[in-house]
């Protein structure tokens, strides 16, 4: 609607050629926007033939700006609690918030360090522009900072020559993927687990027959997620 108020009540009225009938020396005039520029003219004129003109211009703008996310992927999996979030916004003008927090524009482009929470994490831009359209993009980032789960049993002691019975157990919150064993830095045994089932096994040893009295075997179990 267009509103307004004139200082002669006795005026007649028009808005771009249509009559209008005062109420008082105020008007209401219902007005029907076409997208884009509008431009309204508003004419008065009073009883002695006096009249003035003013013009103004309404734009309607119905389109919702674009966000586009470059940073980070979605569906990332780190053990980094700081990520950086970057993207732009189309549309001059326009203010945008990330989870709510408002964000800095530069030439309609964005970079923020973000700090994650364990777990899954929704990072959405909500762009808003000048007329009130909105606009939003999202990406699902999962920080794992837990390291997995390993244990490792083996006998005190052995006899050279001899057979000992290894046994490894393994999880990790996210699953694994990877579970190895070494002895003095030679692997021995691994597994590529897949899902987040707890790896459970053992294996057999074999204790080298020239190996001397008082020296020993390292074991080292490792689990990657």
């Known amino acids: 609607a267009v509103k307004g108020n004139l200082d002669d009540a006795t005026a007649t009225f028009t808005v771009n050629g249509v009559p209008f009938i005062l109420s008082g020396n105020a008007f209401d005039y219902p007005l029907t926007l076409s997208p884009g520029v509008n431009n309204i003219l508003l004419t008065a004129s009073d009883?002695?033939?006096?009249?003035?003109?003013?013009?103004?211009?309404?734009?309607?703008?119905?389109?919702?700006?674009?966000?586009?996310?470059?940073?980070?992927v979605s569906g990332l999996l780190t053990?980094?609690?700081?990520?950086?979030?970057?993207?732009?916004?189309?549309?001059?003008?326009?203010?945008?918030?990330?989870?709510?927090?408002p964000l800095t524009l530069t030439n309609q482009g964005f970079s923020v360090s973000h700090t994650l929470s364990e777990g899954d994490n929704t990072l959405?831009?909500?762009?808003?522009?000048?007329?009130?359209?909105t606009g939003s993009a999202a990406v699902t980032v999962v920080l794992d900072s837990q390291p997995p789960q390993v244990g490792l049993s083996a006998p005190a002691a052995a006899v050279a020559g001899g057979n000992v019975q290894i046994g490894i157990t393994a999880s990790d919150n996210r699953g694994l993927t990877l579970v190895e064993v070494r002895a003095n830095g030679t692997p021995l045994w691994s597994a590529t687990p897949t899902g987040s089932a707890p790896v459970s096994d053992s294996f057999v040893y074999h204790i080298p027959p020239g190996m001397a009295a008082g020296s020993f075997v390292d074991f080292q179990a490792r689990g990657v997620d």
């Open 124 to 133: 959405t831009v909500l762009a808003t522009d000048r007329g009130g359209n």
């Open 79 to 101: 053990n980094v609690a700081q990520v950086t979030v970057s993207g732009s916004v189309t549309k001059a003008g326009t203010t945008a918030t990330l989870n709510g927090v």
């Open 47 to 72: 009883r002695a033939g006096n009249s003035t003109t003013t013009g103004i211009s309404v734009t309607l703008d119905t389109v919702p700006p674009t966000v586009t996310l470059t940073a980070p």
